[in-house]
């Protein structure tokens, strides 16, 4: 029997195994906008726990994270069904950061809104003249305010350390900027651009930072192709930019219930994360699936 979680996102199950172990479930459910929608894209909770194995594996050498095990024979009996196979991850239980760490390296999304009214992005003052997808000076930490429900709040740097403390706030944004400038190189061999992406971290029982959650994936990530590439214009993406895209043009008013998604859009978006992945790793996502249902 499977048991009740001990925490729901807008993706992820989230179980206990212990006191120092956890169970974490992701789900084929998506969201934008911060609106759960009702219309699943199939595998997508595979796609991402991929990736997060993957880059687990990538990063470290800059950051431990939590990741115990995905092998059906290490997870709690309850979770060895074929229903949990590569979406299920066994991970160490941390003290977890309420901190979103962002890292920019390219002008969008929220940070290209905040620029065009400001002229600054999470408390960063950058060069006049910028074009919505232009590459930054440099890759610049703009954290948020992690939110069960309803949106998360872009704050700065000195705003975070008000409320965590300078010292912690300094190591997680070399942390957060170290990491993106690694995968952003990785991701730019397979001829994709990671424009920004967002981590989470915690702390072990030593007090040590723990990379946690997911991490580069589609979801917490936006992935642009290189050679669709131009300053001036959102171009086409790996990420779910395409359901954002498609809600947009629907009418609806980013308030719940979300509209349901069409085929074409579920289908579009289930290829373009899987092609993300496969991109990325160099490994092809249906040798995955065989190697979780083992």
Partial sequence: MIPEPIA?????EIYADGDDRLVLVASDRISAYDVIMPTPIPDKGR???????????????LVPNHLISIRGDDLPESFRADEFA???????RLEMIELECV??????????REYRETGMV???ALPPGLRQ???????IFTPATKATSGH????????????????????LEALTLAIYRQAHDRCAEAGIILADTKFEFGRD?????????????????????????APGASPASFDKQYVRDWLDGSGWDHSPPGPALPDEVVEGTRARYIQAYERISGHRFVDYLQEAHR
């Fill in 205 to 229: 029982g030593d007090g040590a930072l723990v990379l946690a959650d997911e991490v580069l994936t589609p979801d917490s990530s936006r992935l642009w192709p290189a050679a669709a590439w």
């Fill in 122 to 124: 999470g408390g960063h």
């Fill in 86 to 92: 590569g979406r299920t991850m066994l991970v160490r």
């Fill in 47 to 61: 796609v991402l726990t991929a990736m997060s194995v993957f880059w687990f594996a990538e990063t470290a050498d």
């Fill in 152 to 171: 998360d709040e872009n704050i700065t740097r000195d705003e975070a350390a008000a409320r965590f403390g300078a010292g912690p706030v300094a190591a």
């Fill in 8 to 12: 729901r996102g807008k993706v992820r």
């Fill in 133 to 139: 997808g232009d590459r930054l000076p440099e890759p």
């Fill in 103 to 112: 890292a920019r390296g390219y002008l969008a999304g929220s940070g290209w």
